[in-house]
């Protein structure tokens, strides 16, 4: 390069310095995605512990509500460590050995818009109402609360109060 740069053949070395940029970009391109991709972990894991420290102390939110807030943190970090972290191991594997060898990342992740509608029916309050609109449901939980029923009835025959 030392001799094209001083004969003023400017254009083959600008054209030279592309191409080794665009092979460092193509290498380091699974490792970049990678690594942002790791972003979100920490900040998910940061927001439940700091989630956790403040509903300990907190004395106006009941602890029902303290169980639904923490469990929809975690619900939230559960599933991008499950449907996520697959994927960026993939891609920081197949960044350093160059090779595709499992799918495995690439099929988990494309359930995530399929699980994010299911995660949010069943964070809200009335998810028992949502199943009980499902005529399947309808049938099983009718047969759960009768059983339960018959089940305190039981235990009030013999002898011992049931909490209802």
Known sequence: MYFLIRADHIAPVYVINLLI????QICMRPIILSTILLIPIP???FFLVGTLKALSVSIAVPAVEQRRIIGTLALVLGNYTVLFLPLII????SGVT???NVEIGTIL???SPLVDPLLYVFMRKGAKDTLLAFHCFDKLMGDQEQSQVTNTMTMTDTGVEGSR
């Open 90 to 93: 993939q891609t920081l594997i």
């Open 98 to 100: 160059a090779q595709h």
């Open 109 to 111: 992740e494309s359930f």
């Open 43 to 45: 900040l998910l894991a």
């Open 21 to 24: 940029a665009d092979l460092i």
